[in-house]
């Protein structure tokens, strides 16, 4: 297990999630439900999601490199611009609320497990795990990596999440995450082409 990879797809997959809207859907649930509750449901759906992408992306690592890198390069491109495309989005409608139900217990756990499972499918950290796991093939480096940095984001929506908006504007983190995926796509290149 490479350290580097976990370190590179820690870093990767945090900046994008940050702004995503599974942090603002565990935010709100956060604000409705008892936060620990929120963190486990999040968590294991977090955990699933992540465990399907790193075999999706292992599974694609079986193609022609020069075909997985060109992929990977394309998914690098297509999450900046998904990123930049919000970030315009969440700067037109700052200030929008989001309704919950009131529930408790393993409800709250249930509830938010399903929220964020539903939420994660083709989601842009999603697709960058598959892309990192296809890039490295370092499966269990990065499905370490991913779901620690889901897990620290989803940790900060749940208690820091309305502090942390006062102070980092959501679009301005939907652009830093688009940096880093232009990066990743510069140097995917990069290596594609030498």
């Keep these: 297990m490479d350290?580097?990879?976990i370190g590179l797809t820690f870093l990767a997959i945090f900046v994008v999630e940050l702004p995503d809207k599974?942090?603002?859907a565990t935010l709100v649930l956060a604000t409705k439900y008892r936060p620990v509750l929120v963190w486990i449901g999040v968590g294991l759906a977090f955990a699933v999601q992540t465990t399907v992408a790193v075999l999706l992306g292992h599974a694609v690592s079986f193609l022609p490199e020069d075909v997985v890198r060109a992929a990977a390069g394309l998914m690098f491109l297509a999450g900046a611009f998904i990123l930049i495309r919000e970030g315009r989005s969440h700067q037109a409608n700052e200030?929008?609320?989001?309704?919950?139900?009131?529930?408790?217990?393993?409800?709250a756990?249930?509830?938010?497990?399903?929220?964020l499972f539903a939420?994660?499918?083709?989601?842009?950290?999603?697709?960058?795990?598959?892309?990192?796991v296809a890039k490295y093939e370092e499966p269990v480096a990065v499905f370490v990596g991913a779901l620690g940095a889901l897990l620290v984001v989803s940790g900060l929506a749940v208690v820091a999440g309305?502090?942390?908006q006062r102070f980092v504007k959501l679009h301005?983190?939907?652009?830093?995450?688009?940096?880093?995926?232009?990066?990743?796509?510069?140097?995917?290149?990069?290596e594609l082409l030498t």
């Design 109 to 115: 756990v249930v509830a938010s497990f399903l929220v």
């Design 172 to 190: 301005v983190l939907h652009y830093v995450g688009a940096g880093v995926c232009l990066l990743l796509a510069a140097l995917t290149a990069y």
């Design 3 to 5: 350290p580097v990879v």
């Design 22 to 24: 599974t942090f603002l």
């Design 119 to 132: 939420a994660e499918w083709g989601d842009l950290s999603q697709l960058l795990t598959i892309s990192l």
């Design 162 to 164: 309305r502090q942390l």
């Design 95 to 107: 200030g929008s609320e989001i309704e919950t139900r009131d529930v408790h217990g393993l409800q």
